[in-house]
Nanobody, 124 residues
Framework: VQLQASGGGLVQPGGSLRLSCSAT????????ITWFRRAPGKDREAVSC????????YYRDSVKGRFTISRDLGKNMVYLQMNNLKPEDTAVYYC??????????????????WGQGTQVTVSS
């Protein structure tokens, strides 16, 4: 499996960004892809997840209503649309896969394939 994240950048508070994750090489039709982030001095945390089979999703509470995860199976892509960004969203964002489903809260140790990170900076 190969994952490649892109789309980060510098944006003002209230702005938007769309992250993309190219995900190829799966040998199963059942997999979950999660966006994690790591802010300076903090642990990695799950931001959002989508399951391949039924499209079920997970969002952490702090991004609900602002972020939307989606997938394009034909293009092997997963997207994270981030609106109304806040300074506390500043972090390196990673896409990762491993489990077949998102579960109630994705945990980093459950994921064994990671893409390189993409920096998101929210600042005026």
């Amino acid at each position: 499996v190969q994952l490649q994240a892109s789309g980060g950048g510098l944006v003002q508070p209230g702005g938007s960004l769309r992250l993309s994750c190219s995900a190829t090489g799966f040998t199963s039709n059942y997999y979950a892809i999660t966006w994690f982030r790591r802010a300076p001095g903090k642990d990695r945390e799950a931001v959002s997840c989508i399951s391949s089979d039924d499209g079920s999703t997970y969002y952490r509470d702090s991004v609900k209503g602002r972020f939307t995860i989606s997938r394009d199976l034909g293009k092997n892509m997963v997207y994270l649309q981030m609106n109304n960004l806040k300074p506390e969203d500043t972090a390196v964002y990673y896409c990762a896969t491993g489990p077949m489903w998102c579960g109630t809260e994705p945990r980093p140790f459950e994921y064994d394939e990671w893409g390189q990170g993409t920096q998101v900076t929210v600042s005026s």
